[in-house]
T-cell receptor
Framework: GQQVMQIPQYQHVQEGEDFTTYCNSS?????IQWYKQRPGGHPVFLIQ?????EVKKQKRLTFQFGEAKKNSSLHITATQTTDVGTYFC??????????FGTGTQLKVEL | GAGVSQTPSNKVTEKGKYVELRCDPI?????LYWYRQSLGQGPEFLIY????????DSGLPNDRFFAVRPEGSVSTLKIQRTERGDSAVYLC?????????????FGPGTRLTVL
């Protein structure tokens, strides 16, 4: 079945440093979504990418969808303590079933 | 407006017991999804409904798990003969339609602990 892996599993950064998490699928995706989950919370939708090679920005966050639609990345510029949480990518292979990645836990230290 | 709500927020039960977990989706959302999230892992798809019918139940781990949505709104996830391995956070999500491009809005989850 479809598998979605993310690296790294954990990332500790100093506030102000940049952060990137990478998402790789074993199969081609029709779209990819990114979610953020704060400690003790539930996943909150951030963004969706649909087109091959698509790049979207939300303030300090930049999302990319690979040309082959099998990988994606999330880059945060100048991290803040409010960025703490686990970032998940999630993709569909054409149906409605979302397959979540393994997640990257981000910790930001002052 | 109100988001997705789930009850109870926490459920502790003994091995072998039966449990029911409830999900109230956002009003008007026709698609409803159940996921299970174990500690340190991403949510794992269980089942999704379009209206009253289960459109895809391929994620249910075995026949001890069953879900219903009789009136196309509230859904109940039922687990029979619970096992310790069923302990996890059960998340419900809803979306306006059935389109794969729809945003899924998650509820706070029910933390199930099987002793």
């Amino acid at each position: 079945g479809q598998q979605v892996m993310q690296i790294p599993q954990y990332q500790h950064v100093q506030e102000g440093e940049d952060f990137t998490t990478y998402c790789n699928s074993s199969t081609t995706l029709s779209n990819i979504q990114w979610y953020k989950q704060r400690p003790g919370g539930h996943p909150v939708f951030l963004i969706q990418l649909v087109k091959s090679g698509e790049v979207k920005k939300q303030k300090r966050l930049t999302f990319q969808f690979g040309e082959a639609k099998k990988n994606s990345s999330l880059h945060i510029t100048a991290t803040q303590t409010t960025d703490v949480g686990t970032y998940f990518c999630a993709g569909t292979g054409g149906g409605n079933k979302l397959t979540f990645g393994t997640g990257t836990q981000l910790k930001v230290e002052l | 407006g109100a988001g997705v709500s789930q009850t109870p927020s926490n459920k502790v039960t003994e091995k072998g017991k039966y449990v029911e977990l409830r999900c109230d989706p956002i009003s008007g959302h026709t698609a409803l999804y159940w996921y299970r999230q174990s500690l340190g892992q991403g949510p794992e798809f269980l089942i999704y409904f379009q209206g009253t019918g289960a459109a895809d139940d391929s994620g249910l781990p075995n026949d001890r798990f069953f879900a219903v949505r009789p009136e196309g709104s509230v859904s109940t996830l039922k687990i029979q003969r619970t096992e310790r391995g069923d302990s996890a956070v059960y998340l419900c999500a809803s979306s306006p339609r059935q389109a794969s491009t729809d945003t899924q809005y998650f509820g706070p989850g029910t933390r199930l602990t099987v002793l």
